[in-house]
Structure formats: structure tokens, C-alpha cells
Nanobody, 126 residues
Framework: QRRLVESGGGLVQPGGSLRLSCAAS?????????VGWFRQAPGKEREGVAC????????NYADSVKGRFTISRDNAKNAVYLQMNSLKPEDTAVYYC??????????????????WGQGTQVTVSS
């Protein structure tokens, strides 16, 4: 059974940094799976933040996080990371990692994700 588990969320002051981790299990070495980070703030729709291809060679970022967030993956550890710097209050949301096909890294949209984690809360506040 394919499973994704997020960790690393928490409370941080504006301008601070956090690193989210996503641990993947149940995927075989022959599976192609792109991975994305999504977020959902209260009263808002879930949106794509950053996505990375199966090899890690291609990435896609939302305009709102370009230059501040970096997505990476370590396939030897079956892990995907989201380094978040210069955090703003508007980054406050539940962050989810999700896996999908090649379309996920191309479009980084909710509709391209097939497997979802349970989410981790990120709160940016002074």
C-alpha cells in the first residue's frame, strides 16, 4: 500500500525557516512518481506549492513561493523535503505531500495527485 507521511511542521516567526519532510513507503523502485507539496489555509482551496519529478531533475513552483521555498528528494531514503525560508503569515496552512504521474510535476495541481499524506500544520506568527 502506497503511503506518504509528513513531518516538520510547527510554529515559526515571520522571516523564519522550517523544513518539511515527506516519507514515502509502498512505492517500488520501478514506479515513476512525482511528488508535490500542497497547502490549504482555512476557508481556501488546496493549492500546489512545489512539485518535483521522480528523478529530482525537474521542479515546479508556485509564484508565491519562488525564491523562498526549495523542494528536493532523496530517493535512496524515499524522502521528499520542502525547505521554507523567509516565511510569511500568509504561508500559514496545513501542508500536504502527494504523489502522482508526470503530469504532477508539469502542472503541480491537486487533480494530478493520486496518493496523499495526512498533512502537517505550519503556522507563521509573531
Amino acid at each position: 500500500q502506497r503511503r506518504l507521511v509528513e513531518s516538520g511542521g510547527g510554529l515559526v516567526q515571520p522571516g523564519g525557516s522550517l523544513r518539511l519532510s515527506c516519507a514515502a513507503s509502498g512505492f517500488t523502485s520501478s514506479d515513476y512518481y512525482a511528488v508535490g507539496w500542497f497547502r490549504q489555509a482555512p476557508g481556501k482551496e488546496r493549492e500546489g506549492v512545489a512539485c518535483v519529478s521522480s528523478s529530482g531533475g525537474s521542479t515546479n513552483y508556485a509564484d508565491s513561493v519562488k525564491g523562498r521555498f526549495t523542494i528536493s528528494r532523496d530517493n535512496a531514503k524515499n524522502a521528499v523535503y520542502l525547505q521554507m525560508n523567509s516565511l510569511k503569515p500568509e504561508d500559514t496552512a496545513v501542508y500536504y505531500c502527494a504523489a502522482g504521474s508526470r503530469a504532477l510535476v508539469r502542472f503541480c495541481e491537486v487533480s494530478q495527485a493520486d496518493v496523499w499524506g495526512q498533512g502537517t500544520q505550519v503556522t507563521v506568527s509573531s
